[in-house]
């Protein structure tokens, strides 16, 4: 047990296509969430060494000066001696130099800023408050006062070609150390579907997905929707995708730990009424096993032969059609790791049923 | 009991006429408990219904009026199931001599008023016309009268006015059924009782719902079931009143219900005779005429597991559904089922249902086919139910297929929509009948296998609703008839093969790849689809390959949730099934039977 999530639920405005548990801020909503965040985590949390620390929403930063301060003491009880990686999620137009700064000082040691595009057009269709402007200048605010990791998100399959690489352009101009792009999934209860907007077909995504990838040959591309340059891998979003244990806490947040993993409320009078878990999975080895291939094969280069033969006692190339996918270059095999092709990664679901 | 005050009918009516309405008003009428025995009576019976688990099915009651201080029994003989299924009625009707005819005040005759008369006069049956709902606001007793007296001949004084919902009329109903509907008839000493329906006990087995017509039958007594000589040892007689009450005896024109132990569900034939296994009848009833199926489909199991389970499900559903017929048989495509027959299509539809509900089956069925009369080269002549059985063009010489008569009853201003269906369905036009002045009967011929996809739902659409429609099967007739295969990724998929005419040929292998293109998801690689007739290429479309399956989003709050996606992507496969190394959907085999372009 080495990390932490916190959900912070409350955002200035809704993004049209987001599915996340959210709500509007509000300021006496919000005090009355982080006493109830600070019971949780009080009441849960048992003292272990925490190496990475993700806060995120909602729009952690829509929180005020006093709150973010607030959630600093809470934080506080955790034991961040070896703390290595903490995240801090924000959008753009809730941040200023003063927020930014109190991050900073408080130990915030990577930025995850949700751009989507730099589009205006676009931006507005997503409900998004900013333009392409404030993106630099808080981008450039944030590199001043001393941040070195900033991850920026990228959104496609919303706009044409064109924007793509228009975006892709900015992106590349602004150097973060670490970009995801996610393709624009239209969910239910999300304006959007309400809307009735529909999915691109697939073979534009992955046309914008080829270009995606192609355009950001100077990154590392470590996980199917996500970017890095060299030593820049999310530590904390690893700690999901190697299948280890971690707390989740706040409204919705979900972690693992010992055996099970869990699902929080996302009933807020529950949640202050200390209710936090809603749902629990009991994971088997079994289970467990599964989880891991899901998991792992999302990454690059896969699953580590030797880590998955010692934590479970078995030869991953015998688990179930391991061997054949092989025998097919679906999964490629070689010393140390199985991993998804590259021609298969981006329908990796049909190799993970056959598989789990 | 005397027979010469016993009186036996069923109501007959065109769906939603109000004949469920009509018999509960007859029920309450006719009452022979006083209403606080009714209340323990039924709570008794619930209570009986709760322990043993099983629900006495209202087929048959036994009621008793006074009528000038005699006493009468009267069995009310429900007309099972939906009344569209004139052969369900026909066998009701065989343990009757009387019928109420209900017509709609506000709606007067429609096509299944006429088939259901024609069936009662086969079954020469006496008719007791009965306008119902004339409380309604809207009624048109006039006008309803007049096309019954055109119709059907009868006379203006002995139509009976009724609104079963107010009761207005029941008891000059009641009258009418005494000194109209005869008593029945003893023609023989020995016992003859007809099997007119049966239920499925799983205390009691099979429970016949019987007409006894001759002779008496006791408990204890010996019979035999004259279609295959099984014989039985009678634990259990009764009437339904309309709760079961069980009796010693059973005498010639009584209807009830006997149990007797039976399991095997072969032995049952519904419509056959019981008599004594000593003292037998020396003839089986005539019972009724046994339906000859006339829409046969595969019917599939979507798990292979579940073919076992789907035999027994069609067993139990033969019980009491005699017109029903299946044999196992094999698809190169999905394994193996049951070559179904039916009387049509909705027999087909509930059927398929009842499966999927009752029995919790996922089934695939294949697009429902005719019976082809096949006439070969060598002067021989085999019979064609299922459209990869049919030989090599080389050796058929012609191809008939049935033909139906349509009774089309819909308001004048639909003529024009009603006649260019019809046409579109290879229909020829024979003639019109004006109802009144506002409605008219059409009449067409029209091959059934036009009729067997989407003609139903078409005419509904086509005329607001307003048609009824009914049809009689009037014989066979050559046409240039070809089969059409379904290529999926250069293999021929048998499940989808259908026979169709020549001309109509290119625009239905258009529009059913097309469908499927639509239905079926991409694959990991193109798929084409062709529309094939022998070597010949009629229509060809191309699923393109797949290019993403993946979820984006894997963060912790995530990892639960799209665990349980996948698992649910796994679920999904298994519900499809692969022919060749294609995933083929359960709605594609559907699709087929539709003539339209999926929007």
């Known amino acids: 047990m080495k990390s932490v999530y916190i959900h912070i639920p409350f955002c200035n405005d809704i993004c049209t296509y987001c599915d996340f548990c959210k709500m509007y801020y509000n300021c006496d909503l919000a005090n009355k969430y982080l006493i109830s965040l600070n019971n949780e985590i009080a009441s849960n949390y048992k003292g272990e060494l925490i190496e990475t620390l993700y806060i995120g929403g909602g729009t952690p930063s829509s929180l005020s000066i006093m709150q973010l301060k607030k959630l600093f003491t809470i934080i506080n009880i955790f034991n961040l001696s070896q703390l290595k990686e903490f995240t801090f999620e924000c959008n753009v137009d809730s941040l200023d130099y003063d927020k930014l700064k109190l991050l900073y000082d408080n130990g915030v040691n990577r930025l995850s800023v949700g751009i989507q595009t730099f589009n205006n057009d676009i931006l507005k269709v997503l409900n998004r408050k900013h333009n392409i402007y404030d993106i630099y200048d808080i981008y450039n605010i944030a590199r001043s006062i001393g941040f070195n990791n900033i991850n920026l998100d990228l959104i496609y399959g919303i706009q044409d070609i064109e924007v793509l690489n228009d975006d892709l352009n900015n992106l590349i101009k602004l150097n973060p150390e670490h970009i995801s792009c996610y393709s624009l999934c239209i969910n239910p209860n999300t304006k959007m579907y309400i809307d009735n907007k529909k999915q691109i077909n697939e073979d534009l995504d992955y046309k914008m997905y080829s270009i995606i990838k192609k355009r950001l040959k100077e990154y590392n591309h470590y996980e199917i929707s996500n970017y890095c340059k060299k030593g820049y891998e999310s530590k904390h979003n690893l700690v999901y995708w190697n299948n280890e244990r971690y707390y989740g806490f706040g409204l919705s947040a979900c972690g693992y730990i010992n055996n099970y993993r869990y699902d929080n409320t996302k009933n807020m009078n529950e949640y202050n009424k200390g209710n936090y878990i809603k749902e629990k999975y009991i994971i088997s080895n079994e289970e467990n096993i599964k989880y891991e291939i899901m998991l792992n094969l999302r990454k690059k280069y896969g699953i580590n032969k030797r880590e998955f033969y010692d934590k479970h006692n078995i030869n991953i190339i015998n688990y179930n059609n391991i061997s054949n996918l092989i025998n097919e270059n679906k999964l490629i095999e070689n010393e140390n790791n199985v991993y998804i092709s590259e021609r298969w990664k981006y329908k990796m679901n049909s190799i993970l049923i056959k598989i789990i | ?70 006493e009468y029994i009267f069995h ?63 009624s048109d007793v006039n006008s309803v009268k007049r096309e019954l007296i055109d119709t059907f001949g009868f006379n203006d004084e002995e139509i009976l006015l009724v609104s079963a919902k107010t009761g207005q009329g029941i008891d000059k109903l009641l009258e009418e059924i005494i000194i109209k509907i005869p008593s029945p008839k003893i023609t023989d000493d020995r016992l003859q009782a007809l099997i007119f329906d049966s239920i499925y006990d799983s205390y009691k087995g099979i429970i016949l719902l019987i007409r006894v017509v001759n002779g008496n039958i006791k408990i204890g007594d010996t019979i035999k079931m004259m279609a295959n000589n099984s014989t039985y040892e009678v634990i259990e007689l009764g009437v339904y009143t309309p709760i079961s009450k069980s009796k010693d005896v059973l005498t010639s024109g009584e209807v009830g219900y006997l149990c007797a132990q039976i399991k095997k569900i072969d032995d049952i034939v519904v419509g056959d005779t019981i008599t004594h296994n000593k003292l037998s009848a020396v003839e089986p009833l005539i019972g009724y005429k046994k339906m000859k199926p006339m829409v046969f489909c595969g019917l599939y ?118 006649m260019e269906l019809c046409q579109n369905k290879r229909g020829n036009y024979i003639s019109m009948d004006y109802i009144d002045d506002k409605r008219v009967n059409i009449h067409y011929e029209i091959p059934l296998s036009e009729i067997v996809y989407d003609f139903f739902d078409k005419l509904k659409s086509y005329t607001k609703g307003y048609a009824s429609f009914d049809y009689d099967i009037i014989g066979y007739k050559a046409n240039d008839l070809v089969k059409m295969d379904i290529l999926i990724n250069g293999e021929s998929v048998d499940a989808l093969s259908i026979i169709v005419h020549k001309d109509f040929a290119y625009k239905r292998g258009k529009i059913i790849v097309e469908n499927l293109k639509e239905i079926i998801p991409r694959q990991l690689f193109e798929v084409p689809i062709q529309a094939v007739i022998g070597s010949k290429v009629l229509a060809r479309a191309d699923i393109k390959a797949m290019r993403k399956d993946v979820i984006a989003k894997c963060y912790g709050g995530d990892i639960t949730r799209k665990r349980k996606l996948l698992e649910k992507q796994k679920e999904g496969k298994k519900r499809m099934k692969t022919v060749g190394s294609v995933e083929i959907p359960q709605e594609a085999f559907l699709s087929i039977l539709s003539m339209d372009e999926r929007k």
């Not at chain 2, 027959?341 to 509930?350: A, E, K, P, T, Y």
């Open chain 2, 76 to 138: 009310l003989i429900d007309t099972p199931g939906h009344v569209d299924f004139s052969y369900e009625v026909s066998r009701s009707l065989a343990a009757c001599e009387g019928a109420i005819l209900v017509v709609d005040a506000t709606q007067g005759i429609e096509a299944q008023t006429l088939a259901n008369v024609r069936l009662a006069l086969d079954n020469n049956l006496v008719i007791i016309p009965v306008i119902n709902k004339i409380d309604l606001p809207n």
């Open chain 2, 1 to 70: 009991m005397n027979i010469n005050n016993i009186r036996n009918f069923s109501i007959i009516a065109h769906i939603d006429h109000g004949k469920s309405t009509l018999a509960d008003r007859i029920l309450e009428y006719a009452g022979n408990i006083s209403e606080r025995d009714k209340k323990d009576q039924i709570l008794d019976s619930m209570d009986l219904e709760r322990e043993r688990g099983i629900t006495i099915k209202l087929n048959a009651v036994q009621l008793k009026y006074n009528y000038n201080n005699e």
């Open chain 2, 301 to 418: 199991p979507i798990d292979s597991k579940d073919f076992e389970d789907l035999r027994e499900a069609l067993e139990k559903l033969k019980l009491n559904d005699s017109a029903l017929s299946y044999e196992p048989e094999t698809s190169k495509a999905l394994g193996f089922g049951f070559r179904c027959g039916f009387l049509g299509l909705l027999h087909m539809d509930i059927i398929e249902e009842r499966i999927e509900r009752e029995f919790n089956i996922n089934l695939i069925a294949t697009s429902p086919s005719v019976i082809y009369d096949v006439y070969l080269t060598d002067g021989s002549n085999i019979n064609v139910e299922n459209p990869t059985k049919l030989p090599d063009r080389q050796m058929i010489s012609r191809i008939e297929e049935p033909y139906i008569y349509t009774n089309i009853f819909v308001p004048s201003d639909f003529i024009g929509s009603v």
